[in-house]
């Protein structure tokens, strides 16, 4: 068996060489399949044959011995404890046991047959760990202290299934080191693009089927990009306490050598995980998700104020189908990934015409939370009626059948109606391939929490990401409509109960597939007529009687593409002035949500009057964001001038202002300037 296995080992590699790269992958996977009965295992110390569990299993690969495993080893040696197993990898070095033994008691070692590769190499250690986390180490860099602690530590504040560390050179000058290497002071995100000192889910590493076996180079990145519609932005963690010193490379030559390579490598990567790179540099880009951290944050400062268990409530997900069995493998292994374990899923066909339900009744028999209801076939609104009527939960939870929510998608959604009972409807945000943090609607501003508020500019949040107290579905969905049916149900149910209050948080945590098959996509023009006729109705409460006027500053306030002369600007800011007394008046609305929605449009035009309808500080903080969100969509498109004027006129607005308000303007006016204003 070796010999032949050894033979598709030589196949693949001269797939990888000839450009037959799907070739190449499957002769590797096939190979990596096969190997481990032909490895040879060897235990050192009494009790690693018990079956033992370990919080984290430490894989070490080896290719060649070098005078720097000893120090790793003893380096390694100081920060274990009876919590860890070390599992040393020999892929080629046969001194690895003899230098291990100087250091550690109790290890295993995993012989293969011939040379593998690093990919291939930790995926065999990750079979045979025993650990919940997998830590891997180069074994030519030295960790300092802490290192293992801090990875662990990072995974479990973060509830990231993939940490990396912060790598600096051993001998070389810093800047000679690879950008990758080290990426600041402070965690960010990022993909797993330091494998060498890295902390991964072993149960997560084995379901994506690990490291791509003919990779050496890329491979974290690649394996992040196939778990990212899993796990999303805030999945891919690094910490920079955790430190490993390593070198590059030794000599130009194995440099150049090594650039030539990954750029192959890169060109595999590209076509068989498309996608990767630009998820890769988009993550890169933008390393922080302010707002989400801050949302986070505010939840778990919240819940901890409340002292209810939420383990006991129940969640139904619902959701409709039809015609997509395509989707159901995500589907399904969606809800097998959750953190959180009392809930149900209701799922309706809605008169399929393939093998759907037949997929979703066998689904049904490997997890019986899965309740299957045959619809009537007479659309969405009715299969979602059906679907929340045969739930049973105390929250519920919409889950389109084409989208992934992430593993604590459910658990966060109980943690947040926990801290927060008055709240009724949440709204969380989608995340793609393009888009991080996705709230939907307008304004998008992802500070602006208020659903109730949000209804009048536009649908409130991603439909896709609602969760909602059963008290809350008053109304149901129209069977009526085609398109905007979510707008319709949520407008009306928060008509139906003046009491009820709804947020929308800037959380990532459902990934949103557009493709031509969504509602979203077939029908444009009715889910615009909807919107629009929704906004009317929404903006009755505060208008008795709509003129043609109003309904164009209602579009104004709604699109981020009206454009005014100077004189309908005026007049756009005296109809603002007006609704936002009109609401002082009647109290239909928040009266610091509604002035931050009306202004929205005001941010990019006429800033400095905009300035002068804030009414109070909080409100002058949050627009001052806003307006700086602006500033700095021109300063990455290169327009500094139209940067610098939208400064200007915010100045002259701030200035005209007394008290707080004037404090926190001009406050952040001076942090944004010292950075726009010396260009």
Known sequence: MISILEERFKQGHQSFEEGRFHEAQESLRYVEANLLPECTIEHFGENLATDRTFTASVVILSHKDNELISEAFSRLAAQFNSELELILLSNGNDELTRRAKTHFSEFQTITTPFVVGCSMGRNIGARLARGKWLIFLDDDGLIED?????????????????????????????????SNYDLGDYRRLSFLNGEGVSCVLKRDLLRFDGFDPVLAGHEGVELCARMWRFYGPLGFVYEPSAVLLHDYSKGDAHLEQ????????????????????????????????????????????????????????????????????????????????????NYEVVIVDDGSTDDTLEKIREIAERDTRFVVVEGSGEGRSAALNAAIGAGTGDIFVIADVDDVSVPNRLSLTMKYFEAFPDCDVVSFATYGEDSLASIGGRPKEKNFYDLKTRLLVGMAGRFPSYAFRRRFFQEPFDNKLVAGVDYDWVSRNIAANSAATGHVLPIPIVYYRQHDGSISTQRVKAQSDTRKAIIKRNFDNLIESMSERDIVFIEAVSSNFQQFQEEDLRAYRGWINKLIGRNAEVGAYDPEALAFALLNFLRSEGVSEATKIVSTPDLAYKFSETVFQSVQYFEDSGDFRKARALLRSFRKGAKGLSGKKRKYMLWSLKQKTRKIFVR
């Open 146 to 178: 802490g290192c293992v602690e801090s990875l662990l530590r990072c995974a479990k504040e973060t509830g990231a299934p993939m940490v990396r560390g912060r790598i600096k050179p051993l001998t070389l000058d810093m800047a000679e080191a690879p």
């Open 258 to 341: 090594k650039k030539k390579r990954y750029a192959a490598l890169k060109q595999y990567v590209e076509e068989v995980t498309p996608n990767c790179f630009l998820l890769h540099d988009m993550l890169r880009n933008q390393a922080y998700l302010p707002e989400a951290s801050a949302a986070l944050a505010v939840i778990d400062r919240e819940a901890n104020r409340h002292s209810a268990a939420g383990g006991g409530k129940k969640i139904t997900v619902v959701t409709t189908v039809k015609n997509g069995r395509d989707w159901l493998d995500d589907y399904e292994l969606t809800w097998a990934h959750q953190d959180y374990d």
